[in-house]
């Protein structure tokens, strides 16, 4: 994202600064302009690095990319750098585990309300957003000026911004699709074809907007970019972490090994467990979800798993 607005540098004079709470790691970036997560790309040399969060205090938007798990002790942390007023987007995708909160809840709370919130999400894999490639995303708020603000602030040649006031539909929708997308890579480590991931698709879709429904999002926003868009990226790319976890997990290796290879945090493995409980909760049936996190969580056998879903009695199709 810092690499989409510095491009905008010279038509709209947007100054851009990264804000890491690691030092090593803010001082490495600065330095070298590259990231182990992004590799073959070189930062902007316009965008400036820092980890002193008075950094923010000068702030017109604040972009928080920090994984879900994560953003409560950041945020608590950096908060107070940032101006009463100063709104804060969010772009991770994810729920809390302990809490069931979602990204823009947990902002607020850390904030004290003393910031108005927004998503930013859609089909985004990093690597084509880096080279360019055209993307569309919703900017959700229930705040209708701010998602004109961002809707303005990240349009570009290749950026194209819609907007939603459904915040709750679009990070649930953000949220469930990585637990989906582990199931889709758990079909590609097994080598079951096109017909059983699409398949997957479809279905894991209903489960999406059934719990997404049930916790006040609209049913039009998760067939919409933020909903089956996301998702069919997620599903389909091979650069997904999330799909990636489940190709291995597919192949016998430990969940814990697995994570401790990754670069990057797999956000579908605390959701499975947070949808499985609140599924468990308000009766609400979700049993891709559920079998995501008991070959995470119980080590289910893959392949035990598929035949539970595939022997689950059969009746009229549904969704939500």
């Known amino acids: 994202m810092a690499l989409v607005l510095a491009d905008l540098l010279v038509v709209r004079g947007v100054r851009t600064t990264i804000l890491s709470p690691f030092a090593p790691e803010a001082e490495r970036l600065a330095a070298t302009r590259t990231s182990v997560r992004l590799p073959g790309f070189r930062l902007d040399p316009s965008v400036a690095v820092a980890a002193d969060p008075s950094a923010l205090a000068a702030a017109d938007l604040v972009v928080c990319a920090i994984p879900t798990q994560f953003i409560r002790a950041t945020f608590t942390r950096v908060g107070g750098s940032i101006a009463r007023g100063t709104p804060v987007v969010s772009v991770a995708k994810g729920i809390e585990n302990e ?48 998602s004109t603000t961002i809707q303005a602030t990240f349009s570009s040649p290749w950026t194209r911004i819609y907007q939603s006031n459904d915040l709750v539909g679009v990070e649930l929708a953000g949220a469930c699709k990585n637990v989906i997308a582990i199931a889709a890579g758990v079909i590609d480590g097994m ?7 699409s398949a997957l698709l479809a279905r894991g879709l209903a489960e999406i907007a059934r719990v997404g429904v049930a916790l006040g999002g609209r049913m039009e926003t998760f067939f919409g970019i933020s909903g089956v868009g996301d998702l069919a990226t997620t ?43 609140v599924a468990q909760e308000r009766g609400i049936e979700l ?13 289910l056998d893959p392949r035990e798993a598929l035949r539970q879903l595939m022997s689950r009695a059969t009746g009229a199709e549904r969704i939500g």
Not at 191 to 197: F, H, V
Not at 246 to 257: F, I, K, V
Not at 287 to 299: H, L, N, Q, T
């Open 99 to 146: 809490t069931f909160r979602l990204p823009c809840d947990i902002l607020d709370e850390a904030l004290g309300g003393r910031s108005p919130v927004a998503a930013l999400s859609g089909p985004t894999i990093a690597a084509e957003l880096a080279r360019r490639l055209p993307a569309v995303l919703v900017a959700a708020s229930t705040d209708a000026a701010l």
């Open 235 to 277: 599903c389909f790319a091979p650069e997904g972490r999330n799909r990636s976890f489940g190709e291995a997990l597919a192949r016998g290796e430990a969940p814990e090994s697995i994570l401790g290879r990754m670069t990057s945090v797999v956000e579908g493995v605390p959701t499975s467990r947070a949808l499985v409980r």
């Open 287 to 299: 049993p891709i979800c559920e079998s995501v996190a008991a070959m995470v969580f119980d080590r």
């Open 191 to 197: 080598g079951l074809g096109m017909n059983t991931k």
